[in-house]
């Protein structure tokens, strides 16, 4: 029988303490997609007429705030001069049997708000996000996406009013939208000290290969099955991996002595409960000796619960882990001063 280990943190640290909110490298990456538009949403489901599709537009980073009627949304000023505000979305009326993805679409826009005889005001700022499951999903059913940056730098000087407008279109080709007001007035420059700066999402997992040497039985360094987080009882999906490889000869293509790849990222972006060492596609990624395998998550994982699971074998392989801000390892920024939050002994294979 194939055995495996799982190494469990808990995340509990204070954001901004250590230094650690120094060198913030802009709003993008605080953003969840790096502020890249990603449309392309195609109509592959039919919806039953009930219920409804409709989306409340509210702000936020890491979990949506709900906007009162005429709150004007955070603006947030960057150290060159830009403007930028978070949008965050809750969807009521998604029929998650019948799909996982949504496209959210995201305008800043001066004129009216309602516009029924044809297009709204001029759109000075526009973002397209494309989200594919899994969706972030509450209790009751609603489906909760905060923390996407739209840029506002069109807005300043603007006297008109300007509205901030979201539209979320499903597979079935259902249309709804919510807008909102928020101030035509330029910015006032700010007065007083400077503001401190936002502390980045710690939303990457660093796994470090610190085995000594290759080992002698199965691929070098060690070979994780997956990583999986957990936040206030809900599983938090992951959003991308990386891997640099190590040292050592790992199946990195289909060979000769190579079955199948060992060296797919994306191979540990699921809880890592199914893991053979025969796995076709691969159940593991192996990193090679001083390798390192890097995972983001689809939220800010301080206060919350990680589990890297390894697969067993060589007792010599060894790992470490870090919960960082990005996914380069020389600019990132690391909780617990950049020491590793845990360590894994023994493994491999």
């Known amino acids: 029988m194939r055995l495996w280990k799982m190494l469990v943190l808990t995340v509990g640290l204070p954001g901004c303490g250590g230094g650690g909110c120094e060198n913030v490298e802009g709003p993008c990456v605080q953003d969840r997609q790096g502020c890249a538009s990603s449309g392309g949403l195609t109509e592959t489901a039919e919806c039953d007429a009930e219920p409804a599709l409709s989306v409340e537009l509210g702000t936020g980073r890491s979990g949506f705030v709900a906007l009162a009627e005429g709150e004007l949304p955070p603006l947030f000023y960057g150290p060159q001069g830009g403007v930028h505000l978070f949008g965050s979305v809750r969807v009521f009326g998604a029929q998650l049997d019948r799909y996982n993805s949504l496209e959210l679409r995201f305008t800043l826009e001066v004129g009216p708000a309602t516009c029924p005889d044809g297009p709204c005001g001029e759109v000075r700022e526009e973002r397209t996000v494309l989200l594919e ?4 999903v509450t209790a009751d059913g609603t489906v909760e996406e905060p923390g996407f940056v739209v840029f506002a730098d069109a807005i300043e000087g603007v006297d008109g009013p300007i509205y901030f407008r979201v539209q979320v279109t499903d597979p079935c080709g259902r249309v709804a939208e919510d807008v909102r007001r928020i101030s035509g007035e330029e910015p006032e420059p700010m007065s007083g000290p400077e503001p401190e700066p936002m502390a980045p999402a710690m939303d990457w997992v660093f796994v470090v290969d610190a085995s000594p040497q290759p080992t002698e039985v199965g691929t070098p360094g060690a070979d994780i099955c ?11 999906p992951t959003l991308a991996a990386l891997l640099v490889l190590g ?16 060296g797919d990222p994306d191979a540990a972006r699921d809880d890592g409960a199914a893991c053979t060492a025969a796995s076709s596609p691969s159940d593991y990624v192996s990193l090679g000796v001083g390798g390192l395998l890097a995972v983001r998550f689809g939220r800010d994982l301080r206060g919350c619960v990680l589990e890297v699971v390894e697969a067993a074998g060589a ?11 990005g996914g380069e390892v020389g600019s990132a920024t690391c909780v617990a001063d ?9 493994g491999g294979g």
Do not use: W
Not at 226 to 236: N, R, Y
């Open 315 to 325: 007792d010599d392989d060894a790992y470490d882990v870090f919960v960082c801000d």
């Open 226 to 236: 997956g990583l999986a987080a957990t936040c206030d009882g809900a599983a938090i």
């Open 133 to 136: 499951g899994p969706l972030n």
């Open 247 to 262: 040292d050592g000869e790992v199946c990195d293509e289909q060979r000769d002595g190579c079955p199948t790849v060992r």
């Open 338 to 346: 950049g020491q590793p939050l845990g360590t894994g002994r023994g």
